[in-house]
């Protein structure tokens, strides 16, 4: 539990102030928001009602289920956790520890994709995307709300990521265009004889040595099979790069996220693949690489 007790007969603006001083104290990111979304969470309110209701006092059992939430914070368990959602091309996905919680860099994915598609010059009637490991399902529903006549699979090694990612699809009404198979990588597609136009994913590409080295509220808390990319973090790049021209019409495309400094060993590895004739990376806001995509000849 907090370190100190609440202020007795306190408002909001003293429950928020007490709270930041708590969560200041473990030296987390951002003190002030945390506790302004686990209070608006507590109190089933919106940031601006909370802002309208700043004098006003809280009930003892309203200041009881905060302090739950709060002491689940001070154990570094993420916010998206404790609130069970995060939002992800202005779309909210519901989240489960079972799940990688999304990241706005992620989004780059997407963008990257939907211009490649774009910039197709004779577009098939209907474009097959498949999105490989799709935790949450956060790539392949923003991609189906974004394509609403493509062909969209997704797979994943989890049954329990699955069932957050069919909700997710159900939640956002893309469920009918979505498939969604159990297994590794490729293993659920091997009775498979179309290919794809698009093959998207994020896959796990943290070195296992630097596991322990991630900040409490992932190494602790995020699914280790989501973040685990093997001794050097590029296990499953290997893997993706070797299979995925199998499963690719002619000229369909790889699109990959990356992590930092990773395409200086994926890139030549890429133009090591014969199947591939074109590639090219996405830099992030920050300028650093973080999608790599490769065409298929």
């Known amino acids: 539990m907090p370190n100190l007790p609440p202020p007795a007969n306190a408002t909001l603006a003293q429950i928020l102030t007490w709270a930041e001083f708590e969560l200041a104290a473990l030296h987390l990111q951002s003190p002030r928001l945390d506790a302004e979304v686990l209070l608006v969470h507590s109190l089933g309110l919106n940031r601006a009602g909370l802002y309208a209701r700043l004098h006003t006092v809280l009930s003892p059992s309203q200041i009881a ?7 689940r914070r001070l154990q570094h368990e993420p916010v998206q956790y404790i609130t069970g959602v995060q939002e992800f091309w202005s779309l909210e996905f519901t989240l489960t520890p079972a799940v990688l919680i999304p990241r706005p860099e992620t989004e780059l994915v997407v963008e990257t994709v939907l211009r490649l598609l774009s910039q197709i010059p004779n577009p098939k009637s209907q474009i097959r995307v498949l999105d490989v490991g799709t935790g949450s399902g956060c790539i392949a529903i923003a991609l189906a709300t974004e394509l609403p006549t493509a062909e969209i699979w997704a797979t994943d090694i989890s049954a329990e990521a699955l069932a957050v990612a069919e ?23 091997a009775n498979r004889s179309q290919g794809f136009d698009v093959i998207v994913s994020n896959p796990p590409y943290i070195a296992r040595d630097d596991l322990l080295t991630l900040q409490p509220e992932v190494r602790d808390w995020e699914p280790r099979h989501a973040l ?11 893997q993706l790069l070797n299979e995925a021209p199998g499963h690719l019409t002619p000229n369909g495309w790889l699109v990959l996220e990356i992590g930092h400094g990773q ?28 999608v790599i995509a490769a065409r298929k000849r």
């Open 167 to 189: 909700a997710n699809a159900q939640r956002h009404q893309v469920h009918h265009r979505i498939r969604f198979l159990q297994g590794s990588v490729f293993a659920p597609l």
């Open 228 to 238: 685990d990319g093997g001794n050097d973090g590029l296990d499953f790049y290997r």
């Open 65 to 71: 289920v905060f302090q739950q939430l709060l002491h």
């Open 263 to 290: 395409e200086v060993v994926l890139m030549p590895m890429i133009k090591g693949h014969r199947e591939f004739a074109d590639d090219f990376r996405v830099s992030d806001y920050e300028g650093r690489g973080r």
